[in-house]
C-alpha cells in the first residue's frame, strides 16, 4: 500500500499560479503511476494529470494542457503539479493518486491521498 499527502493549495487570483506536491511512502513508490484529480463543489471527481513511474510519460486533462505541468522527483518520492494561468473553473479539492498500471489506462488507482483545496477567486 501506498500513502500519499497533497501540500500547496491555497487561496490565487485568476492568471496565477501554484504548485501542488503530494509525497509519497510505502513500497515501492517508485514503480507507481501517479495522477493527480481534482473534485469541484457538486461534481464527480475528474482526471487532471498522471505520469508514468519514469517519468517518461505524461496524459493531461483537456482543460488543462498548456496550463498545467506535471513531474515527479523519485529520488524524494514527490509528484508536482505546477499550476500556471489559473481560472476560477480550476477550484475544487486536488488528489493524488497512485497506481501499479499505466497511466494509458483510466482506471485501477488503488491509493489516494486527503486532498489539498485550490481556490481561485476571479
Known amino acids: 500500500q501506498v500513502q500519499l499527502v497533497e501540500s500547496g493549495g491555497g487561496l490565487v487570483q485568476a492568471g496565477g499560479s501554484l504548485r501542488l506536491s503530494c509525497a509519497a511512502s510505502?513500497?515501492?513508490?517508485?514503480?507507481?503511476?501517479m495522477g493527480w484529480f481534482r473534485q469541484a463543489p457538486g461534481k464527480e471527481r475528474a482526471f487532471v494529470s498522471a505520469i508514468s513511474w519514469s517519468g517518461g510519460g505524461t496524459t493531461y486533462a483537456d482543460s488543462v494542457k498548456g496550463r498545467f505541468t506535471i513531474s515527479r522527483d523519485n529520488a524524494k518520492n514527490t509528484v508536482y503539479l505546477q499550476m500556471n494561468s489559473l481560472k476560477p473553473e480550476d477550484t475544487a479539492v486536488y488528489y493524488c493518486?497512485?497506481?501499479?498500471?499505466?497511466?494509458?489506462?483510466?482506471?485501477?488507482?488503488?491509493?489516494w491521498g486527503p486532498g489539498t483545496q485550490v481556490t481561485v477567486s476571479s
Open positions: 510505502g513500497r515501492t513508490t517508485r514503480s507507481y503511476s
Open positions: 493518486a497512485a497506481k501499479s498500471g499505466s497511466i494509458a489506462v483510466m482506471t485501477g488507482w488503488g491509493s
